[in-house]
């Protein structure tokens, strides 16, 4: 049988798929080794200096010594092993490092540990890494931006108006406040202006909302009773399998929105939902909000409906906004595993 062009493409392309995957795989595994030698060396580290008296000086010798007998390795400036020896001191327990925190490359551990002083908070950090695969930057974004702060805490109904784990599945992903420090909006921006400038920065917007949420439009039309109503910002969840329809609003939040809210849920359940699909959720963006004011508003709403705030570029302390990452860095979802630093 002659090979055609079409075979060899397949075949072609079925290879390279395998030696990525076992490139992959590969990477992983060297990674989770050196994490799991630079925990040991740094366990050893602190072992001497608290049972022998060793000084801090020990390091800048123990360095000298590991560069000169392993020429070729990196990873042992003594820069470096500060951080392998602060890196056993942060987690102390063996099997959670090998369990978790070596799965993870060295450089996003640095990170972490340079930015991030509670144990639990850290561990989040990792986990939430490990989940979405986030490169070094996106992390350090993530980080910056206190995400681990906002996770979850949008006031929501989800409690009352959606079965388990959906209800707990969709109040972590809903934050408060939003961080849309990409934007520079001035005093009399309309909300067309903030839908706008959203859309311009569709990306970096995605980001902020968090994996799995999937664009399907601004002003999306739906026809009503022989009317016309326009939804902001229309999106899909994959994860959630639900639509989700977000409301902007460039002021403080008033009982009302949330009646405007459960009209539009319910018009997207019966026209754009799929009998497969889960209950539409609702999520209302405002400048701030009354937390009393916004329970009473969705304690008798029967749609899922969340309420949170959002912070523009101008409200971000000083030091922050110097701090931020371009979106070229925000954009390396697929950087290379940095396994060392030196």
């Known amino acids: 049988m002659k090979l055609t062009p079409q075979d060899y493409d397949d075949f072609l392309r079925g290879l390279k798929e395998r030696i990525l995957s076992a490139q992959v795989k590969a990477a992983l595994s060297v990674n989770r080794e050196l994490v799991l030698l630079y925990w040991y060396i740094g366990r050893e580290i602190l072992t001497r200096q608290q049972q022998q008296g060793w000084g801090a000086k020990v390091i800048d010798k123990l360095a000298a010594d590991l560069r000169q007998a392993f020429p070729q390795m990196k990873g042992f400036s003594a820069r470096n092993l500060k951080y392998v020896r602060a890196f056993a ?3 102390p327990d063996e099997e959670f490092v090998q369990q978790l925190v070596a ?4 450089g996003h551990n640095v990170r972490i540990l340079d930015a991030v002083k509670d144990s639990e908070e850290r561990k989040w950090y990792v986990e939430q890494t490990i989940q979405y695969g986030w490169s070094r930057n996106i992390l350090v974004h993530q980080i910056e931006s ?3 702060h906002r996770q979850g805490k949008a006031v929501t109904n989800f409690d009352r108006t959606l079965p388990k784990p959906q209800s707990e599945l969709a109040q972590q992903l809903l934050k408060d406040p939003y961080n849309f420090d990409f934007l520079s909006l001035g005093e009399e921006a309309q909300e067309r202006d903030l839908e706008k400038a959203l859309i311009e920065q569709i990306r970096k917007f995605l980001l902020e909302l968090g994996v799995g949420f999937a664009f399907m439009g601004s002003q ?4 009503v009773g022989d009317q016309d109503f326009y939804i902001d910002l229309l999106f899909y969840h994959v994860r959630l399998r639900c639509y989700v ?7 403080e939040f008033k009982p009302e929105f949330s009646g405007k809210m459960s009209f539009y849920v319910s018009a997207v359940d019966d026209l754009l939902r799929h009998p497969d699909d889960k209950p ?3 999520m209302i963006l405002c400048k701030t909000k009354n937390q009393t004011i916004v329970e009473y508003a969705l304690r008798d709403m ?3 409906i969340g309420v949170s705030t959002y912070q523009l570029r101008d409200a971000l ?3 922050l906004q110097g701090s931020l990452p371009t979106i070229e860095q925000l954009e390396a979802q697929l950087e290379a595993l940095n396994l060392d630093i030196d």
Not at 103 to 106: A, G
Not at 246 to 251: A, F, M, R, S, T
């Open 245 to 251: 329809v977000i409301d902007l609003k460039i002021e």
């Open 146 to 148: 206190g995400l681990y």
């Open 103 to 106: 799965q993870i490359p060295w």
């Open 89 to 91: 001191q942060a987690y």
């Open 220 to 223: 999306y039309h739906l026809e």
């Open 317 to 319: 302390p000083e030091q």
């Open 280 to 282: 539409t959720i609702g």
């Open 302 to 304: 029967n749609k899922p």
